[in-house]
Structures are given as C-alpha cells and as structure tokens.
C-alpha cells in the first residue's frame, strides 16, 4: 500500500516539475513574442527592399519627394527599435543574436547618415536640373538671333541634353561630350558681365550636374550595397536556430508531461474506480450497521451522549422506560436520570473508567419521569478519537428490574430458611446435649446400683458360701457375671460417649507403625496361634494419635477374634484403587454375611453368637464415630467364611 | 527565379516566404508606370490629419504641452516657445530660455513638426522622443532631467488619474513623451489652399499664386522644399554656391550645424531644410532668424543656395503661393500675428 502513495507522489512530484520546466522553457518559447519578432523580421526585410525600390525612384524622379524614404526610414527605425527591445526581453537571444543586433543597428546608423547625404545630394543634383531648362531659355532669349548665334544656341541646347543624358543614362560619352562642350564654351565666354554672365552662370549649373551626378550615384550605389538583408537574414537564422532548440527541448518536457500525465489519469481512474468500490462497501455497512442498529433497539435501551454526559440520542425503547420523550431528553444531562440510590463514588468511578477510554459495565437503577425507579444492565462504551480522547458515549441498557425483584424475592426467600435451619439446629444441638447429658448421667448413676449389686453378691458368695447350696451359689454366679457384663456396657457407652465430646488433636502420625506397636501387644497375647501379620508401609497422615490408635486396635482385635482359628493372617496397607486412597485391614477369618452389612457399625449390634466371640457390640460403633469425626469414611466388605476386609479414609491424607 | 524556386521547389515554408515578398514588390513595380500624374509624385504633397488619434492621450498632451513644471525653475513650458494660439513658435529672433536667456538658435513651429525628420536645425534628434529628451535635459531650455518632472508631475492627483487611466500607471517618463508625441501628432494645419488646389481644385488659386508655385518648381526651390511639409524632411548645406557665412564678423557654435553633432567638416554648415507650410507666419527666417521678411529669405536662398538671382516680380509671385500654405488648425485658420513684422507683404 505505501509503495504505491509513494509512487503516486513521486509521479506528482514528476508532473510538477515538468510542469516547472515547461513553465521554464515556455518564458523561452512565447509564441506571441515569437510571432512579433518574425513579424518585425519581414517588415524588416519588406522595408529594406522598398526603401532600394524607392531611392531608385527618387534618383530617377519618379518620385520628386522625400516623404515616402522618410517615412519607411521612420518605419524601420521603430521596427528596428521594437526588435531589439523584444530580442533584448526574449530569454532566446545569445551572444550571437546580440553581437549581429549591434552590427544591423550600426548598419542602420550608416543607412541613414547615407541616406542624410544621398538626399541632400540629390536635391542639389535636382535644384540645378529644374533649373536648367529654364536657364537655358533665359539665356537663349538674351542671344538675339540677328547676331548669328545659332551656334551658341544649339550648343546651348546640346549641352542640356547631353547634361539630361548622363544624368538619366549614365552615357559617358555624353559626359564627355558635354564637359567638352562645355569648356570650349566657357573659354569663349569668360567675361563677368553681359551674356557672358548669364552663360557662365548656365555653365555653372550644368558643371554641378556633371560633378554632382557621380556623387549621388556614389551614394545612391553606397546605399543599394549596404548588406542590410544579409545581416537580417543572419540574424533570423541565428534566432530561428534558437528558437528551434528551445522548442525542441521544450517538446521534450511535454512529451514526459504527456507520459506522466496519462500514468496519472490512469492511476486516477484506478482511484476512482477504488473509490467507487469502497463506497459502495460503505453503503452497504451502515445498512448492515443499521439492521443492526435496529435489531439493538429492538432489544436493548440506547443513548448516545457526547463527552460531558449530554444526551445526543436516544431509542423508542429508552423513551418508554424513561417515561421522557424524545425532545425532553436530547441535550439533557444523564443526571436526571438519577434515583440516588447509588453512591457517589458509584458514578465516579464510572467516569473514571470510561473516561479513560475503558468499557464500564454495571447495573443502574435509574428514575423515571414518574420518579419510579427502574434497573438497567448497562455497558457504557467510549468512542474515542485518534488522541484516545473519548468524544462520546454509547450505553447499551438491558431492562432488568423484574430480575431484581425476583432475585430480591430469593435472598428473602433463602434469609427466612437460614433463620429456620438455625433455629431448627440450634433445638437440635441442644436435645443431643442433653440426650448425652442424659446418657452419660444415667451409664454414671447406673453404675453404683450395679456395683452394689456385684458387690454383695459377691459378699453373699464369699460369706455365705457354706449356706447356700451349689444351685443358689450357681445363681448369684449368674447375677454377679450380668451385673459385670452389664458394668462393661456401661463402660462401653460411657466410652462412646466420651469420645463423641472429645476435640480432636491432630498430629503427623503413621498408622502402619501404630498398626506395629499394637500388634506386637496381641502377638504376645495370643503367642500360641500363630498369627501371620503383614503390614505394608504408608505415608503419615494427620490424624488424632490416640483417637487413631483406638480405630485401628478395635479394628485389630475384632480381626484377631474373628481370623481363621488355624492360620490367621491380618493385613494392612493402603489401596490405591479407591478414591481417595483407603486404608484396610483384612483378615481371613469368619467374615460376615453382607445382607447383615447395615448392623455391622450399630452400637450394641452383633453378628455373631455371645458364646462364640465375646464383646459388647460397641468396637465398630466406636471406630465409626472417630473416623466420622475425622471426616473419613469407613465401609467393609465381606463373605462368610472368607474374611473380611475394613476400609476407611481420613480427611487430612 | 524565386518565383520558379518558390514553384518548382515546394520547399515547405519557402513558398509562402517569397510569394509574400513578390505579392509586396508587384504594386510597387507597377505602381510608377501607371501613375504618370499621380498626385503622389507631385513634388509638394498634400497634408492629411494624423490618422487614428488617442483622444485622451491628446488632450493629456495637450496639459503637458502647457504645464511649466517641465522646466527647472517652473518657469517654462513647451507652449512658452511654441505659442499655439499663433503660430506654433514665437516672434523673437530667439526665443528666451531658462533665466530669460535667448536660446542659440531661431524656434520652428511646433505645428506639422511631427511630420519632420530628423528634428531640430542640427537634426540632432531622430524622432518627437528624442526631441524632447534634448529640450528636458538642454541647459538652455528646460535645464532638468526626468525623475524631477516625474516627481512634479506625480503630485498631481489630475495626472495621477488621467495616466493611470489611460496607461495603467502613474506617469514616467515614456508615457509622458508618448502623450506629448500624442498630442505633437495632432497639430497639423491641413485644408490649405494650396492643398485643394493639388486635390484638383485648380481655380482656387489666383494666377499669381499659381505663377509663384511654378516659379518655386523652376528655380529648383523644390528640390529641397519638397513633401507634405514643402521642406523639413532633409538637411542641406547652408549655401551650396556661395558661402553664407564668408561675410560674417563671427561664426558661433549654432552656425556649425550638423558638425556638432557629426563631427565630420563636410556637415559643417549643414541644417535641416525647414518647412515652409506656415513659413508666411513664422519670421523671422533661417537657423539665425537672420531673415526678417520672406523676401529677404527668399534672396539669400536665391543666391546661396540657388546660384542666381531672381528678380523682384518673381520673388512677389513666389511670395504670394507661401501665402496659399498655411492650413488650418482645428478648423480654424491661423491668423496672421497682428503685429506683423515689416516686410512681410501679402498678395
């Protein structure tokens, strides 16, 4: 693209200085100029050959007047001067055209100085002919006839004609003759006075004719031969000469302005017809823009406002929210609009953002005519110009007040039920105080009655041993080991209890090696079962130690009570196949039956027979409250007669 | 030859070139052969008004003619010379200059004074132009120079519009000689009686009158005094048989004539031959005003440049056709100065 500017300034650039130089070379080539200097050449040459023609009429008195040879003399002089003034201007003229200026004007000086000595010349020339005829009838009317003068009288006349031939011919001979004549008469007649007189006086003039004659045509022939057509003609050449390469070198720059020109024509026409797509691209974009204009308004509430917030436009469907017209809102402030239910710093920090050319989105609530407010989703964007100055505004409004309503229906909605839930929970917590409250009071104040129970039964047994029969002896055995087991649910209870209100104490600990240390107790326990235990190794966890050490001994024990009573193997590890990772415990011992899966961790709830496994039914319960209140899980799986296998995760892993 | 050149040749420009120059010389060839009494060849030709006159430039001129701020001391105009109400030169021998000093030689009239060539006694000037640089920068006369008479002549807002009008400019020195040679072209005295006597009223004239123009054909007056202006077209030695001046005590510089201004001593003595249109109302006579009366003139030239003498009754025939020449000047005929110096008899 910028190429091509640059080439099209470039040829502009060329067009121009063409245009310069054939300025230039046209103060070279006017033609006006030019037309006037051939003008006053051929007046020049016309004038030089009529001003010959008319010296030989004026020698030959053919014309008996100087006006004409004074008028063309006039005539090239002011041609002359009127050449030399405009050659002097023309930007043509050289050295040469100067240097052959100066000779044709010196010629012209000498032309009219000859010119000056020609006709005075020739007037003396002419006074002494107009004189001779009637000279020479005065003196042949004083020679008496009666003297015999016929001679003198026709050599009077002879002498005038030959006189009138030589002047008009040329004839030697006549002049000759004549001068002859004419001494021989003048030695006849050489007195002063008398007809002698009149004679001399006769002869004088015809002597001036003779003398005068070679003198005029002297100056006649000098002015003839002047080289006045030559010099013109030198000069026309030498000027035409550079006329001609003036012109030469003028077409020259015409010719490149020609080319360029027509570079530049088509370079224009290609603008144009550039222009011409481009416009009708354009015509066609704000159509688009305002189909899509119109599908905004449509939707969308728009305002345009210039840079200090003055509205400048609005749509149909702003005019309907806003309650205004048209007219009422153009050129107002977008201030009236405002419900003062936002903050100043609200609104400031609108213009902050959007007069630093930023797009602001927020949600308005507006006033409308009716002072009822309304609630407007709106995007305000900044168009700015090329100093990133915003010049205007454009806000695009979504009619949200009927969400707002909902949406502050709902936060109602959801207040109420928190305050329920809370009230609800709040009763709740408090009947589980009190429920273990109850409980523990009653497992405490159970335990004196079964202590006195235990107590003198056992007192019975050991005083009154001789007095009661073996039957009555079995019987208080009966009651003392109820009472005992009775004293150990209790225990139990008041344990579960306990744990329930205890915090736990996280710490890093590893169950792997708490698994260890409490296995080697009950390896030692039961040393004569063979008990095979593989623990494999596991990451620390945060756990509570002693909470933790009591979820895995029940877990323990339950699975040294329930193993195979021949080969029992326990295992503990980590399975990495559950999400997250659960630790287990599995044994290969009696399982149990998973239909009965939901009594498994009930407290007091047991699979199997008293006789067969002892225990209180509180183990599982137990470790089920600790891992709860860890936040893991615990879950088995199992079948009867194959083992079974305890799961459970820790929250903190 | 050039015609056939012109023909034959074709030669592109060449043609139209020579048949110009052939299309000028044929009247001209022609033209003598057949105008045997063509008025033209008369010797004395009739005077015409100057053809195609710029008004406004005239009457410009005619300001300027009178206006004395030409003159140094503003004391002189061209018209204090060259009185226009009677003759177009003045009564005096010689003409009083600048400081009232007389001026070397006799004033000719200023009227038909365009139709002379060269300009003044000496011929020192070619055209009206230089004529009047020389007056403007000549000690005796104006005694200025141009940027002067432009800056005088530029505080006049009357100039200042009516050049500006007419030139496109304030004054300078070209446009004012231009509406002074304006004005100079339009004093012309025509409608003599002479001048319809030529135009073929040939009983206009009386039969001396008519006997005097022949006598000023044969004495071979006319060879000098020739044209519309009857003279004032040539120079001439002054005294072509005898030497005018042999009888003088003293020769001043004026009487050099044309030798100072070319230097070379055969224009020594030469003046320019003057007009005889209003010669009756311009005594007194030649460059010296040495001729009081017509008569006296007419002898001397008789003599000196004539070689004869001419006899009395000839002289007053002579006299009487110089009476038919003076024309008249817008339609008025110049009078004749009523305090006629003596001698100065009329037919």
Same mark, same amino acid.
């Given at each position: 693209?910028?190429?091509?500017?640059?080439?099209?300034?470039?040829?502009?650039?060329?067009?121009?200085?063409?245009?310069?130089?054939?300025?230039?070379?046209?103060?070279?080539?006017?033609?006006?100029?030019?037309?006037?200097?051939?003008?006053?050449?051929?007046?020049?040459?016309?004038?030089?050959?009529?001003?010959?023609?008319?010296?030989?009429?004026?020698?030959?008195?053919?014309?008996?007047?100087?006006?004409?040879?004074?008028?063309?003399?006039?005539?090239?002089?002011?041609?002359?001067?009127?050449?030399?003034?405009?050659?002097?201007?023309?930007?043509?003229?050289?050295?040469?055209?100067?240097?052959?200026?100066?000779?044709?004007?010196?010629?012209?000086?000498?032309?009219?100085?000859?010119?000056?000595?020609?006709?005075?010349?020739?007037?003396?020339?002419?006074?002494?002919?107009?004189?001779?005829?009637?000279?020479?009838?005065?003196?042949?009317?004083?020679?008496?006839?009666?003297?015999?003068?016929?001679?003198?009288?026709?050599?009077?006349?002879?002498?005038?004609?030959?006189?009138?031939?030589?002047?008009?011919?040329?004839?030697?001979?006549?002049?000759?003759?004549?001068?002859?004549?004419?001494?021989?008469?003048?030695?006849?007649?050489?007195?002063?006075?008398?007809?002698?007189?009149?004679?001399?006086?006769?002869?004088?003039?015809?002597?001036?004719?003779?003398?005068?004659?070679?003198?005029?045509?002297?100056?006649?022939?000098?002015?003839?031969?002047?080289?006045?057509?030559?010099?013109?003609?030198?000069?026309?050449?030498?000027?035409?000469?550079?006329?001609?390469?003036?012109?030469?070198?003028?077409?020259?720059?015409?010719?490149?302005?020609?080319?360029?020109?027509?570079?530049?024509?088509?370079?224009?026409?290609?603008?144009?017809?550039?222009?011409?797509?481009?416009?009708?691209?354009?015509?066609?974009?704000?159509?688009?823009?305002?189909?899509?204009?119109?599908?905004?308004?449509?939707?969308?509430?728009?305002?345009?406002?210039?840079?200090?917030?003055?509205?400048?436009?609005?749509?149909?469907?702003?005019?309907?929210?806003?309650?205004?017209?048209?007219?009422?809102?153009?050129?107002?402030?977008?201030?009236?609009?405002?419900?003062?239910?936002?903050?100043?710093?609200?609104?400031?920090?609108?213009?902050?953002?959007?007069?630093?050319?930023?797009?602001?989105?927020?949600?308005?609530?507006?006033?409308?005519?009716?002072?009822?407010?309304?609630?407007?989703?709106?995007?305000?964007?900044?168009?700015?110009?090329?100093?990133?100055?915003?010049?205007?505004?454009?806000?695009?409004?979504?009619?949200?007040?009927?969400?707002?309503?909902?949406?502050?229906?709902?936060?109602?909605?959801?207040?109420?039920?928190?305050?329920?839930?809370?009230?609800?929970?709040?009763?709740?917590?408090?009947?589980?105080?009190?429920?273990?409250?109850?409980?523990?009071?009653?497992?405490?104040?159970?335990?004196?009655?079964?202590?006195?129970?235990?107590?003198?039964?056992?007192?019975?047994?050991?005083?009154?041993?001789?007095?009661?029969?073996?039957?009555?002896?079995?019987?208080?055995?009966?009651?003392?080991?109820?009472?005992?087991?009775?004293?150990?649910?209790?225990?139990?209870?008041?344990?579960?209890?306990?744990?329930?209100?205890?915090?736990?104490?996280?710490?890093?600990?590893?169950?792997?090696?708490?698994?260890?240390?409490?296995?080697?107790?009950?390896?030692?326990?039961?040393?004569?079962?063979?008990?095979?235990?593989?623990?494999?190794?596991?990451?620390?966890?945060?756990?509570?130690?002693?909470?933790?050490?009591?979820?895995?001994?029940?877990?323990?024990?339950?699975?040294?009570?329930?193993?195979?009573?021949?080969?029992?193997?326990?295992?503990?590890?980590?399975?990495?196949?559950?999400?997250?990772?659960?630790?287990?415990?599995?044994?290969?011992?009696?399982?149990?039956?998973?239909?009965?899966?939901?009594?498994?961790?009930?407290?007091?709830?047991?699979?199997?027979?008293?006789?067969?496994?002892?225990?209180?039914?509180?183990?599982?319960?137990?470790?089920?409250?600790?891992?709860?209140?860890?936040?893991?899980?615990?879950?088995?799986?199992?079948?009867?007669?194959?083992?079974?296998?305890?799961?459970?995760?820790?929250?903190?892993? | 030859?050039?015609?056939?050149?012109?023909?034959?040749?074709?030669?592109?420009?060449?043609?139209?070139?020579?048949?110009?120059?052939?299309?000028?010389?044929?009247?001209?060839?022609?033209?003598?052969?057949?105008?045997?009494?063509?008025?033209?060849?008369?010797?004395?030709?009739?005077?015409?008004?100057?053809?195609?006159?710029?008004?406004?430039?005239?009457?410009?001129?005619?300001?300027?003619?009178?206006?004395?701020?030409?003159?140094?001391?503003?004391?002189?105009?061209?018209?204090?010379?060259?009185?226009?109400? =009677?003759?177009? &030169? *003045?009564?005096? /021998?010689?003409?009083?200059? %600048?400081?009232?000093? $007389?001026?070397?030689? @006799? !004033?000719?009239?200023?009227?038909?004074?365009?139709?002379?060539?060269?300009?003044?006694?000496?011929?020192?000037?070619?055209?009206?132009?230089?004529?009047?640089?020389?007056?403007?920068?000549?000690?005796?006369?104006?005694?200025?120079?141009?940027?002067?008479?432009?800056?005088?002549? =530029?505080?006049? &807002? *009357?100039?200042? /519009?009516?050049?500006?009008? %007419?030139?496109?400019? $304030?004054?300078?020195? @070209? !446009?004012?000689?231009?509406?002074?040679?304006?004005?100079?072209?339009?004093?012309?005295?025509?409608?003599?009686?002479?001048?319809?006597?030529?135009?073929?009223?040939?009983?206009?004239?009386?039969?001396?009158?008519?006997?005097?123009?022949?006598?000023?054909?044969?004495?071979?007056?006319?060879?000098?005094?020739?044209?519309?202006?009857?003279?004032?077209?040539?120079?001439?030695?002054?005294?072509?048989?005898?030497?005018?001046?042999?009888?003088?005590?003293?020769?001043?510089?004026?009487?050099?004539?044309?030798?100072?201004?070319?230097?070379?001593?055969?224009?020594?003595?030469?003046?320019?031959?003057?007009?005889?249109?209003?010669?009756?109302?311009?005594?007194?006579?030649?460059?010296?005003?040495?001729?009081?009366?017509?008569?006296?003139?007419?002898?001397?030239?008789?003599?000196?440049?004539?070689?004869?003498?001419?006899?009395?009754?000839?002289?007053?025939?002579?006299?009487?056709?110089?009476?038919?020449?003076?024309?008249?000047?817008?339609?008025?005929?110049?009078?004749?100065?009523?305090?006629?110096?003596?001698?100065?008899?009329?037919?």
């Amino acid at each position: 693209m910028t190429w091509r500017w640059l080439t099209r300034y470039l040829l502009g650039l060329a067009v121009l200085f063409s245009l310069a130089m054939l300025y230039v070379n046209s103060l070279y080539i006017n033609p006006q100029q030019h037309s006037e200097i051939i003008n006053d050449f051929r007046s020049l040459k016309q004038l030089s050959t009529r001003i010959n023609l008319q010296l030989l009429k004026v020698r030959y008195r053919l014309v008996q007047n100087y006006d004409g040879l004074v008028r063309m003399l006039a005539s090239i002089e002011h041609t002359h001067r009127h050449l030399a003034a405009i050659l002097h201007q023309s930007r043509l003229s050289n050295e040469a055209v100067f240097r052959q200026l100066e000779r044709l004007e010196k010629n012209y000086t000498r032309q009219r100085n000859m010119l000056e000595k020609f006709k005075s010349t020739t007037a003396v020339l002419n006074n002494s002919l107009h004189y001779l005829p009637t000279a020479a009838q005065e003196l042949t009317a004083t020679i008496s006839p009666l003297k015999k003068n016929f001679s003198l009288i026709y050599k009077i006349h002879k002498l005038e004609r030959q006189a009138l031939n030589y002047v008009l011919t040329g004839n030697n001979e006549s002049r000759a003759q004549g001068l002859a004549l004419l001494a021989s008469l003048a030695d006849k007649h050489k007195s002063k006075t008398g007809p002698d007189d009149n004679i001399q006086n006769f002869l004088q003039h015809l002597r001036l004719i003779f003398s005068q004659k070679p003198i005029v045509d002297e100056a006649l022939n000098a002015l003839l031969n002047l080289p006045t057509a030559t010099l013109i003609n030198e000069l026309y050449s030498t000027y035409t000469e550079q006329y001609q390469q003036a012109s030469k070198q003028a077409e020259t720059y015409r010719l490149i302005l020609y080319i360029a020109s027509i570079i530049l024509l088509v370079d224009s026409v290609w603008v144009l017809l550039n222009f011409t797509r481009t416009a009708r691209k354009l015509k066609s974009t704000i159509q688009e823009l305002h189909y899509q204009k119109k599908a905004l308004d449509q939707h969308a509430i728009v305002t345009i406002a210039d840079k200090d917030g003055n509205i400048t436009y609005v749509n149909e469907k702003f005019c309907q929210i806003s309650k205004y017209n048209n007219t009422e809102l153009l050129g107002k402030n977008h201030r009236i609009l405002n419900s003062g239910t936002h903050p100043p710093d609200f609104f400031k920090n609108m213009w902050q953002t959007i007069s630093n050319g930023e797009v602001w989105h927020g949600i308005i609530c507006n006033r409308n005519k009716q002072g009822d407010h309304y609630w407007v989703d709106t995007t305000i964007v900044p168009f700015v110009d090329d100093s990133g100055e915003p010049y205007k505004y454009v806000a695009v409004r979504t009619d949200i007040s009927q969400l707002k309503l909902i949406q502050q229906e709902l936060i109602q909605y959801r207040n109420e039920l928190e305050d329920r839930v809370a009230d609800r929970t709040a009763t709740l917590q408090e009947a589980v105080r009190e429920l273990e409250a109850f409980s523990y009071s009653i497992s405490h104040d159970l335990r004196s009655p079964l202590r006195a129970i235990d107590g003198y039964s056992h007192i019975l047994t050991e005083d009154y041993a001789n007095s009661l029969d073996s039957e009555a002896q079995e019987y208080l055995k009966r009651i003392r080991h109820n009472a005992q087991f009775m004293g150990s649910l209790i225990d139990n209870l008041l344990r579960l209890s306990h744990i329930g209100r205890m915090k736990l104490q996280r710490s890093c600990v590893n169950p792997g090696k708490l698994c260890l240390q409490l296995m080697d107790k009950h390896l030692d326990a039961h040393a004569q079962r063979k008990i095979e235990f593989i623990c494999h190794p596991v990451p620390d966890i945060e756990a509570d130690p002693e909470q933790l050490k009591l979820v895995l001994d029940n877990l323990l024990v339950n699975a040294i009570k329930f193993s195979d009573k021949q080969h029992p193997i326990i295992e503990f590890g980590l399975d990495h196949s559950t999400q997250p990772p659960a630790f287990y415990l599995r044994d290969n011992g009696v399982g149990f039956n998973m239909a009965y899966y939901g009594k498994l961790f009930g407290i007091f709830q047991r699979l199997h027979r008293v006789d067969e496994y002892d225990g209180a039914g509180v183990g599982l319960a137990l470790v089920e409250r600790i891992i709860k209140k860890h936040g893991g899980k615990i879950w088995a799986q199992s079948q009867e007669g194959k083992g079974a296998t305890f799961y459970f995760t820790l929250a903190g892993c | 030859m050039f015609l056939s050149k012109g023909f034959v040749g074709r030669r592109s420009f060449k043609l139209p070139h020579y048949l110009v120059l052939w299309l000028g010389l044929l009247p001209a060839l022609f033209h003598p052969c057949l105008a045997d009494h063509d008025p033209e060849l008369e010797p004395l030709q009739v005077i015409k008004p100057a053809a195609s006159l710029d008004d406004d430039k005239v009457t410009l001129g005619s300001r300027l003619f009178n206006d004395t701020r030409f003159s140094a001391d503003n004391s002189l105009s061209c018209a204090s010379c060259h009185d226009l109400n =009677s003759n177009g &030169a *003045d009564r005096n /021998r010689f003409s009083l200059g %600048i400081d009232n000093k $007389p001026l070397s030689v @006799n !004033t000719p009239t200023a009227f038909n004074s365009s139709r002379n060539a060269p300009l003044f006694w000496d011929g020192r000037a070619l055209d009206t132009e230089e004529q009047i640089d020389f007056v403007v920068y000549s000690a005796q006369e104006f005694n200025t120079d141009w940027p002067t008479i432009v800056s005088k002549l =530029s505080k006049d &807002a *009357d100039y200042l /519009r009516s050049f500006r009008a %007419i030139y496109g400019r $304030p004054p300078d020195r @070209n !446009t004012i000689i231009d509406a002074l040679a304006e004005f100079e072209k339009s004093l012309i005295t025509p409608g003599s009686r002479f001048d319809q006597y030529l135009l073929g009223q040939h009983d206009i004239l009386t039969e001396k009158e008519k006997r005097g123009y022949l006598l000023f054909k044969s004495y071979g007056c006319i060879a000098c005094h020739q044209g519309q202006n009857i003279g004032g077209n040539m120079l001439q030695k002054f005294g072509t048989f005898r030497d005018f001046f042999s009888q003088r005590r003293q020769i001043s510089k004026a009487d050099l004539g044309r030798y100072n201004v070319t230097g070379e001593p055969a224009d020594k003595h030469v003046f320019r031959v003057p007009s005889l249109r209003l010669v009756v109302l311009t005594p007194p006579y030649f460059h010296d005003g040495s001729a009081k009366t017509l008569e006296e003139a007419i002898n001397v030239m008789a003599r000196y440049q004539l070689g004869r003498k001419i006899p009395q009754q000839d002289v007053d025939n002579i006299i009487a056709f110089l009476h038919t020449l003076p024309g008249q000047y817008k339609g008025r005929s110049l009078a004749i100065d009523h305090g006629q110096p003596a001698g100065d008899s009329r037919p």
